[in-house]
T-cell receptor, first 114, second 110 residues
Framework: KAGVTQTPRYLIKTRGQQVTLSCSPI?????VSWYQQTPGQGLQFLFE???????NKGNFPGRFSGRQFSNSRSEMNVSTLELGDSALYLC?????????????FGNGTRLTVT | DQQVKQNSPSLSVQEGRISILNCDYT??????FLWYKKYPAEGPTFLIS?????DKNEDGRFTVFLNKSAKHLSLHIVPSQPGDSAVYFC?????????FGAGTRLTVKP
């Protein structure tokens, strides 16, 4: 069974630009959640999608948005990039949702904002 | 605010001995707890979980203990192996939220 796939692995963007990250979940998993990992803040929850609907949302500004498609693939968009958005972005899929079943993480997208 | 805390940033243990990693939480609405292991350049890997209706869950060398009154959980690894060397994150979910601890770097020395 293929694991969670995130693309691209690395991205370099300039302040003010926008970026879209992609996540393909494990087959059969309907929940996809996104996380930001930084050395200072650790791993922080961004949002969760389940069957194309945003189910939960963390404490991030509206510049961070996402969506989920009918095949459960998900994208995350960050607009008007700031230097502080430089981080490792992880997505995770689960069968029953993040509150009910274990998360299976991808290897992340490393975003650098210059 | 740090609703999930791992107060030990690092832990060093001899091969064959027990490793005990600790985690504290503050939100009494959390009802599902997990431990993840992370190697460099990889995403976290699920290790073991426990729901709030239990106080212990065991899977091979890994055992998670939950003390709800103290809002504390711990992960025991027995016996520890050099391949266990990694960063371990505890996580808590509930109340439509998911929180992670900052991680503990475990080093198992041969």
């Amino acid at each position: 069974k293929a694991g969670v796939t995130q693309t691209p692995r690395y991205l370099i963007k300039t302040r003010g630009q926008q970026v879209t990250l992609s996540c393909s979940p494990i087959s059969g998993h309907r929940s996809v959640s996104w996380y930001q990992q930084t050395p200072g803040q650790g791993l922080q929850f961004l949002f969760e999608y389940f069957s194309e609907t945003q189910r939960n949302k963390g404490n991030f500004p509206g510049r961070f948005s996402g969506r989920q498609f009918s095949n459960s693939r998900s994208e995350m968009n960050v607009s008007t990039l700031e230097l502080g958005d430089s981080a490792l972005y992880l997505c995770a899929s689960s069968f029953g949702g993040m509150g009910n079943s274990p998360l299976h993480f991808g290897n992340g997208t490393r975003l650098t904002v210059t | 605010d740090q609703q999930v805390k791992q107060n030990s940033p690092s832990l060093s243990v001899q091969e064959g001995r027990i490793s005990i990693l600790n985690c504290d939480y503050t939100n009494s609405m959390f009802d599902y707890f997990l431990w993840y292991k992370k190697y460099p350049a990889e995403g976290p890997t699920f290790l073991i979980s426990i729901s709030s209706i239990k106080d212990k869950n065991e899977d091979g060398r890994f055992t998670v203990f939950l003390n709800k009154s103290a809002k504390h959980l711990s992960l025991h690894i027995v016996p520890s192996q050099p391949g266990d060397s990694a960063v371990y994150f505890c996580a808590a979910s509930g109340d439509n939220d998911m929180r992670f601890g900052a991680g503990t770097r475990l080093t198992v020395k041969p």
